[in-house]
């Protein structure tokens, strides 16, 4: 790791100015909203807010149903992007358009379309009530599908950029050596795209972890079930600005971490 | 933002003229925001949107020039960006509470005054699956009702109204504001909601609301304010006594709101 980031020094000589402005100004625009929250904390009483039972109930919450998307977000997204960018039918421009739509989307929109769809009086949710007994809405699994989607599309993006950067030769080689589709996808791309998937797993956990809008929409609010740590800062706000910050500070700290250490470990092998 | 404000009021007045071609709208597009033009900035609680609306259309209307743009929001959302110094000339709260933010910060001009009160009725979907009636029906196993978090104004004022009519309800969720609760109720998603009798009204035929004694108990008051950086402070009390006046009770009335 350290060994390489001397190495990219070495190529370039002095980065040019050209470039160091605007990267440092961006930088400085992404970090200083954070500084903000640090500057402003109530670090007296973050001991005892910490310790409210709500708040860890909350972030519990958060990090299961993220988890929880993720896991869904890969189960479905990996194959949809393999799809993409391997399978060759008509339409693919428009379904590549489609699937990015959740990201134009408002996510409250997303979480009003969500409820039309799948929720008790929506088109595929009356059918579920009335055959399985199981509602959505107002309950952990309509968290889980508020934020899955929300977050597929990073993920679909990133793997479908991996495999169409991958070496397609290393799939047409197992493919004459007799490997059929499946295994091809499986000892072969899997492996090649890898990174891509980590990436992209990242990318979409953490978009899970911050959403907002198309969770309180389709899932509503009750500490529990359904409040995830966005939802709690939103209505701390209301009432109490300073615990609001304290939340903002334990999603921010918890993810900072998380991103961090899941980044050294996958992403930079790319 | 205070460089637009101009631009913006050339824009109206210059469309003012081709549209009505009227003779005196002349001065304005030139003056860039003197006397008789400007740009009235109302932040008002959400529940106020049609009311508040159409009372900026008769304000333009008798103030030719002047534009009156809306930031309708939660209250203590609008409170809070007022303190932070957004730069408002009206603020218009549904709950005393939001408003004393803004009067305790120093950034209200004058005693707010009461303009407007408003009670809570039980909406429920058209076709009434729950079969709701009274506030009883609300403690029913089984029946989804939604309420506003305590943490805003009509969740406060549910609270209230549901204590005083004794009844336990344990609520499926907990929504950000009032509208959400209304959504919920207008999609068939919850049984049943607490909401203003002003939400209910203006969903028309698509929830029924269902009024009961106890939400006497736990009427919102809705106090109105100039703030006192204004940058249109005269506009600002015009509007403020248009709100006051009997043509703007009448409105507010026409929408469900009681006097006060």
Same mark, same amino acid.
């Given at each position: 790791?350290?060994? @390489? ?80 960018? @391997? ?99 499986? @000892? ?83 | ?19 009505? %071609?009227?003779?005196?709208? %002349?001065?304005?597009? !030139? ?13 008002? #609680? ?39 110094? #957004? ?113 209910? /009204?203006?969903?028309? %035929? ?29 506009? #600002? !009390?015009?509007?403020? /006594? ?5 043509? !703007?009770?009448?409105?507010?009335? %026409? #929408? ?5």
């Amino acid at each position: 790791m350290r060994r @390489r980031e001397r190495d990219r020094w070495a190529g370039g000589g002095r980065p040019p100015w050209v470039l160091l402005v605007p990267a440092l100004t961006g930088l400085a625009f992404l970090v200083l909203p954070l500084a903000g929250l640090l500057v402003r904390a109530p670090w007296s009483t973050l001991g005892t807010r910490l310790g409210e039972p709500q708040v860890l109930e909350a972030l519990r919450l958060s990090m299961v149903s993220a988890t929880l998307a993720t896991g869904v977000c890969l189960l479905l997204g990996v194959p949809l992007a393999w799809m993409l960018a @391997r399978v060759p039918f008509p339409g693919a421009r428009l379904v590549r358009a489609l699937v990015t739509v959740p990201l134009v989307l408002p996510p409250v929109v997303g979480g009003v379309a969500l409820l039309l769809v799948l929720g008790r009086r929506g088109l595929a949710g009356a059918w579920l009530d009335s055959a399985f007994g199981i509602t959505l809405p107002f309950s952990t699994a309509g968290v889980v599908l508020a934020e899955t989607f929300v977050a597929m599309p990073f993920l679909v993006i990133s793997v479908e950029g991996a495999l169409r950067a991958a070496d397609s030769r290393y799939e047409e080689a197992a493919a004459t050596l007799g490997a059929t589709r499946w295994t091809t996808f499986r @000892r072969v791309t899997l492996p090649l795209v890898a990174p891509g998937i980590a990436a992209g797993a990242i990318l979409c956990w953490a978009r899970a972890l911050g959403e907002f809008g198309a969770t309180i929409t389709f899932a509503g609010n009750f500490p529990g079930r359904t409040q995830t740590m966005p939802l709690a800062v939103y209505l701390a706000l209301e009432t109490d600005p300073q615990a609001a910050i304290v939340l903002s500070l334990v999603l921010l700290a918890v993810s900072v971490v998380v991103l961090a250490a899941l980044r050294d470990r996958w992403v930079s092998t790319s | 933002m205070l460089k637009r404000i101009p631009v913006g009021v050339a824009a109206v007045s210059l469309l003012a003229a081709a549209a009505a %071609g009227c003779g005196d709208t %002349g001065d304005d597009s !030139g003056g860039g925001g003197g006397k008789s033009g400007g740009t009235l900035t109302v932040f008002a #609680a959400a529940s106020l949107t049609e009311t508040f609306t159409a009372l900026g259309k008769a304000f333009e209307g008798s103030h030719p020039g002047v534009k009156v743009k809306f930031n309708f929001g939660g209250s203590s959302t609008l409170a809070q960006q007022i303190t932070q110094g #957004a730069p408002a000339d009206v603020f218009a709260a549904a709950s005393p509470a939001t408003m004393k933010t803004v009067t305790d910060g120093g950034d209200a001009d004058g005693t707010p005054q009461v303009f407007a009160r408003n009670r809570l009725v039980i909406a429920v979907p058209k076709d009434d699956p729950g079969k709701v009636g009274k506030p009883s029906d609300l403690s029913r196993s089984g029946l989804k009702v939604v309420l506003c978090a305590v943490q805003v104004p009509c969740g406060a004022a549910a609270e209230k109204a549901l204590a005083a009519a004794k009844v336990a309800v344990k609520p499926v969720s907990r929504e950000q504001d009032v509208k959400a609760v209304l959504t919920k109720v207008r999609l068939g998603e919850a049984d049943a909601g607490l909401v203003y009798r002003t939400d209910a /009204r203006a969903a028309g %035929g698509q929830v029924k609301g269902i009024e009961f004694a106890e939400s006497a108990q736990a009427v919102n008051d809705y106090p109105i304010a100039r703030v006192a950086k204004a940058p249109q402070a005269a506009l #600002a !009390g015009e509007f403020v /006594r248009l709100v006051l006046s009997p043509q !703007g009770r009448a409105t507010l009335t %026409g #929408a469900g709101f009681e006097a006060p």
